[in-house]
């Protein structure tokens, strides 16, 4: 029996933002699963760089089937907020959010907020601690938490409506959210394999095919060079990221690659991931 096709993400960093529409459609009419948007909380060399959850979101509306996945980092946004916009672009989108989840820690990188590079325990528990305050504060409300029921006059029902109560290493969150729950239950945490924390993933990315992932994430492997093999690369994981180095690259890429066919219509049925139960809702059960 044949290996299932592979699913297909492309990383648009670099690609001009007048050309990035374009370049995103073309991925969706071939049938790529989504698109990731690099970020870096320093300067480009040009001096110009749209953030990447902005570009998703002004994605979000060009687009309709797609997965959009801007990389936020967890060393420098507040995680509260990140845990909104992320919430917000999967509304957006209607259901097509995921997070790369990224951790810069550098010293230029980390003086931009005041804070100082962390050892490695360090930086694995404040991206741990962060992926888990996201998830709980998109649980934080249930499904059914919204009522409109204009006879009574009630919007929603507050039981249904939780705080979390989350203490981390260096921050505590109280929520709940400020959005209500995003209509794939949770958005799809991309993690890369180098962090460690496969079992916080959705998908993990990974940079040798051959590496040990934790049973339960789909994994990714990144493909860097030109002509790829991804024929080869069939069974070994269940898709792949390609890094074209420039526009023309990534043309090419996008027509040569084989197109596997958007499932949808959220990228969790695309990517064959369930719908998430309420954390909050399992409690209460």
Known sequence: MSAPPLHLAVELDGVPFAD?????????????????????????????????????????????????????????????????????????????????????????????????????????????????????????????????????????????VHHVNFEGATFSVAGPLITTRPPQGQVVVIVPHALGLDAFADVVLVEDPSDVVEAGPLVFAEVRSYPARLDDLAGAVHGIRLHPQSLEELTAVITQAPGRPVAGPTLRDTLGLRRPVNTFALQEA
């Open 20 to 160: 990035l529409p374009a370049a995103v459609a073309a991925a969706e009419a071939t049938g790529f699963a989504l698109v990731t948007l690099a970020d870096s909380p320093l300067p480009p060399a040009s001096g110009e760089r749209i953030e990447a959850g902005v570009l998703a979101a002004y994605l979000a509306r060009r687009t309709s089937r797609i997965g959009l996945a801007p990389a936020l980092p967890v060393t420098i946004t507040e995680p509260f907020h990140l845990a909104t916009q992320l919430a917000s672009l999967d509304h957006a989108s209607a259901g097509r959010a995921a997070w790369v989840v990224a951790a810069p820690n550098g010293a230029d990188e980390l003086a931009t907020v005041g804070r100082a590079p962390l050892d490695a325990a360090g930086l694995r528990r404040e991206a741990e601690d962060v992926i888990r305050v996201a998830r709980l504060l998109w649980d934080s409300w249930e499904d059914d938490a919204i009522i409109r029921d204009v006879a009574s006059g009630r919007f929603l029902d507050a039981d249904r």
